[in-house]
């Protein structure tokens, strides 16, 4: 089972930012936090990942919170070619990859 | 990042043949593939891992005989669904990995090969 909890759909008007939240309040120390996204037909698109801190690259931000028990993926301006289902991840060592149902964002324009 | 080819997209066939799907890690080595399913309006579910020269670990309810996994080199996994059937009709992708087996961090972010539609008429 996922270790993760997403929100089954959130919409976002084009060009503002969309912020995905994930719940993982049941994160181990050694678990990393993973967001992919996987547009329709597709395979998932690795976005980005972190352990504490938040992080930041070409695609998104990652805001994780102090006690790690919830993170949020940022895309600071989202376009329609954004619109897509987006997995976050809980993973540790030894573990495998758990895709859960993630989010549907739906980019508007 | 890194490059995953997954070949063919798209399969259309008969019920009995077998199908194989081609996995290529293009520009990194991978020791270990990973081989998922996902039907419909559902999440990927994870059917297999492919080790580099070793036996595939087989999740629980997928058959092992029905899903034949060869990880023949450092940059090619295949799986071959034989004597297919219309419930195997699905969508079937791979991923592979920088790092090692089973780890996290920057070191372990799997990538995604574009996936192959399957249709067994």
């Known amino acids: 089972d996922a270790k993760t909890t997403q929100p089954p759909s959130m919409d976002c008007a084009e060009g503002r930012a969309a912020n995905l939240p994930c719940n993982h309040s049941?994160?181990?120390?050694?678990?990393?936090v993973y967001w992919y996204r996987q547009i329709h037909s597709q395979g998932p698109q690795y976005i980005i990942h972190g352990l504490k801190n938040n992080e930041t690259n070409e695609m998104a931000s990652l805001i994780i919170t102090e006690d790690r028990k919830s993170s949020t993926l940022i895309l600071p301006h989202a376009t329609l070619r954004d619109t897509a289902v987006y997995y976050c991840?809980?993973?540790?060592?030894?573990?495998?990859?758990?895709f859960g149902p993630g989010t549907r964002l739906s980019v508007l324009p | 990042g890194a490059v995953v080819s997954q070949h063919p997209s798209r399969v259309i066939c008969k019920s009995g043949t077998s199908v194989k799907i081609e996995c290529r890690s293009l520009d990194f080595q991978a020791t270990t593939m990973f081989w998922y399913r996902q039907f419909p309006k559902q999440s990927l579910m994870l059917m297999a891992t492919?080790?580099?020269?070793?036996?595939?670990?087989?999740e629980q309810g997928v058959e092992k005989d029905k899903f034949l996994i060869n990880h023949a080199s450092l940059t090619l996994s295949t799986l071959t669904v034989t004597s297919a059937h219309p419930e195997d009709s699905s969508f079937y992708i791979c991923?592979?990995?920088?790092?090692?087996?089973?780890?996290?961090?920057?070191?372990?972010?799997?990538?995604f090969g574009a996936g192959t539609r399957l249709s067994v008429l």
């Open positions: 049941t994160i181990s120390g050694n678990e990393y």
């Open positions: 492919s080790n580099e020269g070793s036996k595939a670990t087989y």
């Open positions: 991923s592979a990995g920088t790092g090692t087996s089973g780890g996290a961090g920057a070191k372990n972010i799997q990538y």
């Open positions: 991840i809980v993973k540790g060592n030894g573990q495998n990859f758990v």
